[in-house]
């Protein structure tokens, strides 16, 4: 009985040396004897990323962002043959009331890839409907922005594409979006004469970079201007006739809800005061000024036949009245010249005569 326990306890210790000499040959942490050295374990070849799968390594090595698809798949050749479908919801931030009707624009993009395959759209929808579904859309890069009196969404990017390496999957041939409608952006601004004092009654223009929009307000008697319901973007203002600013033309970058322009500073521009007037002296209400000199000059009179000429360039003028719905007519020559702060403008009269 003894020798069978015996037999059996030195059975157990070799299975014991055996299994701990076998976990070390398997694990490079575990410690081997003196004079032996570390074997490294060969890493494990892995094989590509399934489908489906998000790869660490792509979500560290690539740029912005694309839309909506894995990033194993963003490396794919990208394929804008056919039409796609693009849905999507709107919504209006707090406060804002639902408004009577709002446009979805589509446009191509000015940047994201398929831009030159985009076609654009443009959609009215009633304000009690907030969602939208675009169909037989040629897939392309296209900017998505909705928009009502007063409010805007920011222009969104999106593609719809499919994969050229796998024709056989959906790709982003359907996409859908949400969009945000917020109050739109305002801009304004003070425009000051030469000695540092607000300049009233000054045409002020502003016109979207690199786009056709273009609006007019005159600055108040405080010389401040204002323009509201813009979209974000850079804006060019002018001061004075559009064609000959009065001052270097100012890039102004437009974001909500309101920016503020650095004041604008007038050279040295002196006033006069035209009043034109009929063969009898009546005056002559609305009659259409024309100048040509260093400023130009387009106006109408007032109703006492007068019309202040608030910032001329120093120099010669002429100038030719027309009065509205007759012949009559009148032309006058005339000189600016400096004037000191505070003194009153001189007057120029102007008579009209009938013309056969």
């Known amino acids: 009985m003894v ?14 040396s055996w299994s701990t000499a076998r ?19 060969a890493a494990q070849e892995q094989g590509p990323t399934e489908p489906g799968v998000r790869d660490p390594e ?17 490396r794919m050749e990208k394929s804008f043959d056919g039409r796609g479908t693009l849905t999507g919801s709107v919504a209006f931030a707090p406060g804002l009331p639902t408004p009577r009707e709002w446009t979805l624009e589509v446009l191509p993009s000015q940047f994201a890839l398929g831009r030159e395959h985009a076609e654009g759209r443009t959609e009215t929808f009633p304000g009690n409907i907030t969602t939208f579904e675009l169909f037989d859309l040629p897939m392309g890069g296209y900017t998505v922005r909705a928009s009502a009196e007063g409010m805007s969404s920011l222009g969104a990017e999106v593609m719809l594409f499919k994969l050229a390496e796998q024709p056989h999957l ?8 949400s969009l945000v409608m917020m109050p739109r952006a305002s801009l304004d601004g003070v425009v000051l004469d030469h000695w540092g004092q607000p300049a009233a009654e000054v045409l002020v223009t502003l016109q979207r970079k690199g786009g056709p929009e273009r609006r007019e307000a005159r600055t108040t008697y405080s010389g401040l201007w204002r323009f509201q319901d813009l979209e974000e973007g850079t804006w060019i ?13 100012t890039e102004v970058n437009v974001a909500r809800p309101a920016t503020q322009a650095p004041d ?17 002296d009546r005056p002559l209400e609305g009659a259409v000024v024309r100048g040509f000199g260093p400023t130009p000059i387009e106006e109408v009179t007032g109703f006492d036949g007068q019309l202040l000429l608030g910032h001329l360039a120093v120099g010669t003028y002429q100038v030719r009245v027309q009065e509205d719905g007759t ?3 009148g032309r006058l020559d005339f000189e600016v010249r400096p004037l000191e ?13 009938e013309r056969d």
């Open 23 to 41: 976990g070390a040959a398997r694990n490079p942490l575990a410690g081997g004897g003196a004079g032996e050295a570390e074997q490294p374990v």
């Open 58 to 74: 792509a979500l560290q090595s690539e740029g912005p962002i694309e839309v909506g698809i894995d990033l194993p798949y963003k």
């Open 170 to 177: 959906p790709g982003m041939d359907r996409v859908h979006m």
């Open 341 to 353: 702060q505070g003194q009153e403008p001189p007057l120029f009269l102007v008579r009209c005569l």
């Open 264 to 280: 604008l500073q007038l050279p040295p521009l002196y006033p006069v005061v035209l009043r034109a007037v009929d063969e009898t």
């Open 327 to 329: 012949t009559r007519t």
């Open 237 to 249: 203002v002018r001061v004075g006739p559009f064609q000959r600013p009065l001052v270097e033309p």
């Open 3 to 16: 020798l069978v326990g015996a037999v059996l306890v030195l059975a157990l210790a070799g299975w014991a």
